[in-house]
């Protein structure tokens, strides 16, 4: 599975859109970007996936730059409550076996400020 | 509707001393993992199973074992604990199509003194 590039922390106005980068540059064309979090002391929550085109649910967006190098997760309006590390995964979800897994890294601290 | 269940929540270890840790779900999910979880540290996959009977291992499955007897339960053994082993420890499952979500328990926090 592709490595993926995230920052190790950022911060965010209460009610401001809040937007991850991730750089997963060597990514390949059945590989998809899933995006987990995980608020303190839990364990980690889903948000989104996608392959080429950008994606959107009642979570947040996801947008994923044309040649797929890079994504970016956009929290609208961020609330205190989405204070959490983010998870950026590349993923290829055709083969089977082990490749079922998901790797997760340290991923992004978004700190939402009042 | 509980979807994933670890128990216990909390757990404190002699070296040396065994334990099961429980997981279950009632979504009807193929796959299950477990998970630990160091300070400053991502998850790392220690084992899981692709279906009822079945069990492979992750990236550290050494002191770990684990049985998967039936679909909804999957059990992490350490049978003699050592203090690497303190850890928050993780459960989860998917459903197995291949873009599947993963679905976490709330964690299990273990320390061994």
């Known amino acids: 599975d592709a490595k993926t590039t995230q920052p190790t922390s950022m911060d965010c106005a209460e009610g401001r859109a809040a937007n991850l980068p991730c750089n997963h540059s060597t990514i390949s064309g059945n590989e998809y970007v899933y995006w987990y979090r995980q608020i303190h002391s839990q364990g980690p929550q889903y948000i989104i996936h996608?392959?080429?085109n950008n994606e959107t649910n009642e979570m947040a967006s996801l947008i994923i730059t044309e040649d797929r190098k890079s994504s970016t997760l956009i929290l609208p309006h961020a609330t205190l409550r989405d204070t959490a590390v983010y998870y950026c995964?590349?993923?290829?979800?055709?083969?089977?076996?082990?490749?079922?897994?998901?790797?997760f890294g340290k991923g992004t601290l978004l700190t939402v400020n009042p | 509707n509980a979807g994933v269940t670890q128990t216990p929540k909390f757990r404190v270890l002699k070296t040396g001393q065994s334990m099961t840790l429980l997981c279950a779900q009632d979504m009807n999910h193929e796959y299950m993992y477990w998970y630990r979880q160091d300070p400053g540290m991502g998850l790392r996959l220690i084992h899981y199973?692709?279906?009822?009977?079945?069990?492979a291992k992750g990236e550290v499955p050494d002191g770990y074992n684990v049985s998967r007897l039936k679909k909804q339960n999957f059990l992490l053994g350490l049978e003699s604990a050592a203090p690497s082993q303190t850890s928050v420890y993780f459960c989860?499952?998917?459903?197995?199509?291949?873009?599947?979500?993963?679905?976490f328990g709330s964690g299990t926090q273990l320390s061994v003194l």
């Open positions: 995964i590349v993923r290829d979800s055709l083969s089977g076996g082990s490749n079922y897994k998901l790797t």
């Open positions: 996608g392959l080429k």
């Open positions: 199973s692709v279906g009822e009977g079945t069990t």
């Open positions: 989860a499952s998917s459903d197995g199509t291949g873009r599947e979500k993963l679905f």
